[in-house]
């Protein structure tokens, strides 16, 4: 009992200090001054007094959502004389397993920048700033050679039910109850008043609730922004237009990994083509983001460091690189491209975007024992294979056509760019309801399930592929309701 609450101290002790260094502790440390102003505010009771202030004036509710936004991301309590090396992740062997791989991305950065003469990093001539500013909002049509630039690494290189309880058979789901067979009366219209007084409310913690059912069309923008606890200050869009200066006026190396990557998936696909300069903007800012260090406090992985030129193994010159500390991998720009579809406002749709990344998309490309890491994914997927579909599970072992080979590369992407992008938008609600990737092991071995038939008639990895080759067909709630609580063993 003391121990859980010294745990509580710690937790409540730490989510202040991080607060206290916010726009939102300097906007309320001003309201509270402004309120001594007002009639109502007595100095005999001057703390209960402001108290009721912030809950009347709508204060309280932010600061409650700033505290919600923290805790969905806050390590797990560990024992005080830990490491700090074991809140990042505490099982010894993962931490090797991600360093050895941080050493090879490393490794393949390094030979490129050796073979194309080509620095990691450099100021860009006025020109050249000119140029860039100037054609900002339509960087999809300048085609820079970039024939001699690689992906330093894809997703093939790197190789329970009552969790999910409001998902079943008898609660009202949008990507099934809201479909033209069904009259709009039954679900989709209460859904919708609910979904409206929910943003009203401005509660991040009821919107997170209410999105497990999944979030009408029209009011998605808000609700994630709610979840997410985004709401576009003056200094959030200044802080935007800070990072795109910084782009215009320096080039880095990580840059040229980016335009190839947009150029080889979100360029290609029928839904996202369209974002091509959206695609650019944000993840051009995003790669000098510093803020997105901070997640590295509780990512099992490590910034990769660069040292000034001739300064090599001098720890007070070495810079992280790139400034944000991630390393954009093929596949990486389909993290942004469903996102252009709810945020036209580049600075806002920036921030959506990292918070979506500290949050969740990290762990997909990371190795560590979290519950929605990739490693633990992968487990869970295996797991519900064999559990539930024992006989296909070894038939495809037996032919050469491992499962995961096939389903990894969705889970890492969340399924962007294999799902109809409102399919899409349905499954990542839910990973927004339930603060969880695990839903993406679950829709993964789901897909399996629903074509076990094909698949028990093929006889290699690549016929296996070809069944499984298009998903856009498919409907994601349907798939998980059916596999979740349908399936017999």
């Not at 505010?41 to 204060?59: A, H, M």
């Not at 008639?457 to 016929?463: C, G, Q, Y």
Request: charged share 20%.
């Amino acid at each position: 009992m003391l121990q859980e609450e010294s745990d509580l101290s710690l937790v409540i002790a730490q989510i202040v200090q991080k607060l206290k260094g916010s726009s939102l502790y300097a906007q309320l440390e001003r309201q509270a001054w402004a309120s001594l102003q007002r009639p109502e505010i007595k100095l005999e009771s001057l703390k209960e007094d402001i108290k009721e202030y912030f809950k009347i004036s709508g204060w309280e509710k932010k600061l409650q959502n700033a505290v919600y936004s923290e805790l969905s991301v806050f390590p797990s309590p560990s024992h005080p004389a830990a490491p700090p090396e074991h809140l990042k992740e505490p099982l010894v062997y993962m931490r090797k397993a991600q360093g050895s791989w941080e050493k090879r991305i490393l490794k393949s950065l390094n030979s490129m920048c050796t073979e194309l003469s080509i620095p990691l990093a450099r100021k860009r001539p006025v020109g050249e700033q000119k140029e860039l500013l100037n054609k900002w909002n339509e960087m999809g049509t300048d085609e820079p050679d970039l024939s001699l630039f690689r992906p330093v690494y894809a997703p093939k290189d790197f190789l329970e039910k009552e969790f999910f309880v409001e998902l079943g058979l008898t609660t009202g789901q949008l990507g099934i109850d809201d479909s033209t067979q069904v009259p709009p009366e039954l679900f989709e219209n209460e859904h919708v008043r609910i979904g409206q007084k929910v943003l009203a409310e401005q509660d991040s913690a009821a919107a997170q609730q209410y999105i497990r059912q999944g979030s009408p069309t029209a009011l998605r923008a808000e609700l994630w922004a709610l979840i997410l606890n985004i709401s576009s200050q003056p200094e959030d869009i200044l802080y935007y237009e800070q990072l795109k200066t910084n782009v215009i006026q320096h080039d880095l190396l990580v840059d040229s990994l980016i335009y190839k990557d947009v150029k080889l998936t979100a360029s290609n696909d029928d839904y996202y083509f369209v974002f091509e300069d959206y695609l650019y903007q944000v993840l051009l800012c995003f790669s000098r983001d510093t803020s997105v260090l901070g997640h590295f406090a509780y990512n099992s992985a490590s910034p990769p460091k660069s040292y000034i030129r001739g300064k090599l193994g001098l720890e007070e010159y070495a810079v992280f690189y790139p400034p944000n500390g991630v390393i954009p991998f093929h596949g990486f720009s389909m993290y942004v491209a469903p996102l252009c579809f709810l945020y036209h406002e580049p600075s806002k749709l920036y921030q959506i975007f990292r918070e979506m990344y500290v949050r969740f998309f990290f762990r997909l490309h990371s190795i560590s024992s979290h519950p929605s890491g990739i490693v633990s994914l992968c487990l869970l997927f295996e797991t519900l294979l064999q559990t539930y579909l024992p006989q296909l599970f070894y038939h495809l072992r037996e032919i050469g056509a491992q499962p995961l080979r096939i389903s990894f590369k969705w889970m890492v992407r969340a399924f962007s760019g294999y799902l109809a992008t409102d399919q899409l938008l349905l499954l990542w609600d839910r990973i927004l309801g339930y603060n969880s990737l695990e839903i993406l092991a679950v829709l993964a071995a789901a897909v399996f399930a629903f074509r076990a038939v094909n698949l028990m008639e093929v006889t290699s990895l690549a016929a296996a592929e070809a069944v499984l080759a298009d998903l856009s067909t498919l409907k994601v709630m349907p798939l998980l309701q059916i596999f979740l609580f349908a399936t017999v063993t």
